[in-house]
């Protein structure tokens, strides 16, 4: 994914192409979209849901009512899909942000909003971890 921002010249195309990759999730049932899924601290309503897969892996559906977020969440989903509950629960989302090139063009609404989708998927993944 950094080597497709990289070769995105400014941030207008960062930004298209970050809709663009909303545009591809699939959107979550009305059934989903309830107090439970919906992540605070977003300024645009935004919904996850989490799902225990394989061997300890978790994967994430989201949704936003905002098209910008849905393709935030659509980064997110790519950067933590397949790694394990122990591994999202450490997941680093500014630094994953700045390594694509993202952190410094957003607002501050949308940083404090991916921040808290990241603080979701770290606090779902932490209760998905069996004590030791």
């Known amino acids: 994914m950094a080597e497709t921002f990289e070769l995105l010249g400014d941030w207008e195309e960062r930004y298209r192409h970050v809709i663009d990759l909303g545009r591809g999730l699939a959107p ?3 059934s989903e979209r ?3 899924n ?3 601290g977003c300024a645009s309503q935004v919904w996850l849901v ?4 394989p ?11 905002a098209h910008i977020v849905r393709g935030l969440i659509a980064i997110l989903l790519h950067l933590v899909s397949g790694l394990s509950a ?7 989302a500014a630094a994953a942000l700045n390594r694509l090139g993202l952190a410094g063009n957003l607002s501050s609404q ?3 909003g991916l ?7 770290r606090k779902d993944a932490r209760s998905r971890i069996s004590p030791a």
């Open 50 to 53: 989490t799902e225990s897969a």
């Open 28 to 30: 979550l049932g009305d």
């Open 86 to 92: 122990v591994e999202i629960a450490g997941f680093d």
């Open 115 to 121: 921040a808290a989708m990241a603080e979701r998927m």
């Open 110 to 112: 949308r940083t404090n």
């Open 38 to 40: 919906r992540v605070r």
């Open 34 to 36: 309830c107090e439970d």
């Open 55 to 65: 061997e300890g892996a978790l994967t994430f559906r989201g949704d936003s009512d």
